[in-house]
T-cell receptor, first 114, second 114 residues
Framework: AQKITQTQPGMFVQEKEAVTLDCTYDTSDQSYGLFWYKQPSSGEMIFLIYQGSYDEQNATEGRYSLNFQKARKSANLVISASQLGDSAMYFCAMSHQAGTALIFGKGTTLSVSS | EAQVTQNPRYLITVTGKKLTVTCSQNMNHEYMSWYRQDPGLGLRQIYYSMNVEVTDKGDVPEGYKVSRKEKRNFPLILESPSPNQTSLYFC?????????????FGPGTRLTVL
């Protein structure tokens, strides 16, 4: 069964520290995409980063990087130098075919304190 | 500006009163879908459409209808809303077929059914 697991309901981090949000996935397909989205309290879904299953290098977007370990089926999000504005819910998601359904995890709430 | 729009953004209604949530995208995307988000469950797909006049059920279609008469529009219809349909709803769109896995989300519609 295709599934995304986020085991951390909540994470707390101090400003300027790095934080890792865990995500594991389950699929038997060879081709898939992995995503991270941020949802602030205002509710919109903000795309952060994408990793394709055939990409050999880990994806990076500014302070966000995706630690992709294919053999372990993990796709952890690393946020470097946390900021207060990073406080939000973070969702890991997977898609099996380009442009089709996303399967979401249950989310991790990140709280950044000063 | 490339975007997905939803209306209304907030809606409070009563059980049994038919309602429609509109979704429109200006990116000429073939694939459109609806998700609902509930606490502790992440986002789950309700319905999707691969192109005009082509729609299919997602994971949680009960109580919902959709139509795709034009490429840009994908309304979600609740013929007889019930309190268990109180949720945050997202419309999303993407290119299909495509090498690009990214989906673009609308701002969300918060629905309360009393």
């Amino acid at each position: 069964a295709q599934k995304i697991t986020q085991t951390q309901p909540g994470m707390f981090v101090q400003e300027k520290e790095a934080v890792t949000l865990d995500c594991t996935y389950d699929t038997s397909d060879q081709s898939y995409g992995l995503f991270w989205y941020k949802q602030p309290s205002s509710g919109e879904m903000i795309f952060l980063i994408y990793q394709g299953s055939y990409d050999e290098q880990n994806a990076t977007e500014g302070r966000y990087s995706l630690n992709f370990q294919k053999a372990r089926k993990s796709a952890n999000l690393v946020i470097s130098a946390s900021q207060l504005g990073d406080s939000a819910m973070y969702f890991c998601a997977m898609s099996h075919q380009a442009g089709t359904a996303l399967i979401f995890g249950k989310g991790t709430t990140l709280s950044v304190s000063s | 500006e490339a975007q997905v729009t939803q209306n209304p953004r907030y809606l409070i209604t009563v059980t049994g009163k038919k309602l429609t949530v509109t979704c429109s995208q200006n990116m000429n995307h073939e694939y459109m879908s609806w998700y609902r988000q509930d606490p502790g469950l992440g986002l789950r797909q309700i319905y999707y459409s691969m192109n005009v006049e082509v729609t299919d059920k997602g994971d949680v279609p009960e109580g919902y209808k959709v139509s795709r008469k034009e490429k840009r529009n994908f309304p979600l219809i609740l013929e007889s809303p019930s309190p268990n349909q109180t949720s945050l709803y997202f419309c999303a769109s993407s290119l299909y077929p495509s090498d690009n896995f990214e989906q673009f989300f609308g701002p969300g519609t918060r629905l309360t059914v009393l």
